[in-house]
């Protein structure tokens, strides 16, 4: 069904294209039906992992993603579109303010906190069941809230899904919300600036390509070894000659096989960052 509302969207929207310079699109379908110049340089972004879908892109002129994990997968997937492919992170957006974690920390909440979309793949159900353990286990003074829309139109799992939610908090309704779908920054800011723990229990069987709200996360929570999966920490302990864990060796050689394609950050900001799991 996801499919074919993308299908006709992009019919839609070919025909209503006017002659640019650039052509940016973010959906599955549409660089598949924009074979001419007469619109620009095709422009594709990838916001999330790729399922084989690139090797009918390669009559476009870049392939963009979010981060260095999915550009090694499209690599991976369809070597011949290497050469086009470039890696932009997302940027924090300008409404998210600045913020001293350590004189705010005090005044957190015991509270974990998920934001993203609510569907099977994001790993809410498991989430749920593990809160709900924790609180069996006696641990009464921790709140959970889930934030992020279920509407299939939206990239959530649908109104079955959501509601199959709903049951399982319902026993333990006065520690757990589902808050629902927030797009304002302004009202989804305070959920980040008040809440101790960010949880992203993603299941997706392709990866994660490293999406808005874990960074809006970082930018307002403490981290540290919570992130040892995570791509600077990886470059760090490479660079210093630290051993690689077990489970992450193959995540740590595909960095390495990128070669001139890495796009490491700046060492000013790897310097925030731990150099060895810990």
Not at 41 to 54: E, I, S
Request: hydrophobic fraction near 45%; aromatic fraction near 10%; proline fraction near 8%.
């Amino acid at each position: 069904v996801v499919v074919w509302k993308d299908l006709l969207y992009a019919l839609r929207v070919v025909r209503r294209l006017p002659e640019a310079d650039i052509v940016v699109t973010n959906t599955p379908v549409l660089p598949l039906l924009i074979r001419t110049h007469r619109f620009g340089a095709l422009y594709v972004h990838m916001g999330r992992y790729p399922k084989g879908q690139t090797r009918y892109y390669r009559h476009a002129a870049r392939l963009q993603t979010v981060s260095r994990a999915v550009a090694g997968a499209i690599m991976c997937q369809d070597p011949e579109s290497a050469r086009n492919v470039s890696v932009v992170p997302y940027p924090l957006p300008a409404t998210v303010p600045n913020l001293d974690v350590a004189s705010s920390w005090p005044e957190r909440r015991k509270e974990f906190l998920y934001v993203g979309r609510l569907h099977p793949e994001k790993g809410i159900q498991e989430l749920i069941d593990a809160f709900k353990l924790l609180v069996q286990s006696g641990v009464d003074d921790w709140r959970l809230t889930v934030v992020g829309p279920w509407a299939t139109d939206q990239g959530g799992g649908g109104k079955a899904y959501y509601e199959s939610l709903r049951a399982r908090v319902a026993s333990i309704a006065d520690r757990a919300e589902l808050v629902g779908p927030i797009f304002d920054h302004d009202v989804l800011t305070p959920y980040y600036r008040r809440a101790r723990l960010f949880v992203y229990p993603s299941l997706a069987d392709h990866g994660e390509s490293f999406g808005l709200a874990p960074l809006e996360a970082m930018a307002q929570a403490l981290f540290k070894s919570w992130f040892i999966d995570f791509d600077p920490v990886i470059d760090n302990a490479l660079a210093a000659g630290n051993p690689i864990p077990e489970e992450l060796q193959a995540r740590a050689a595909l960095c390495e096989s990128l070669g001139d394609a890495r796009q490491p950050l700046p060492e000013a900001v790897r310097d925030l960052f731990p150099r060895a799991s810990e």
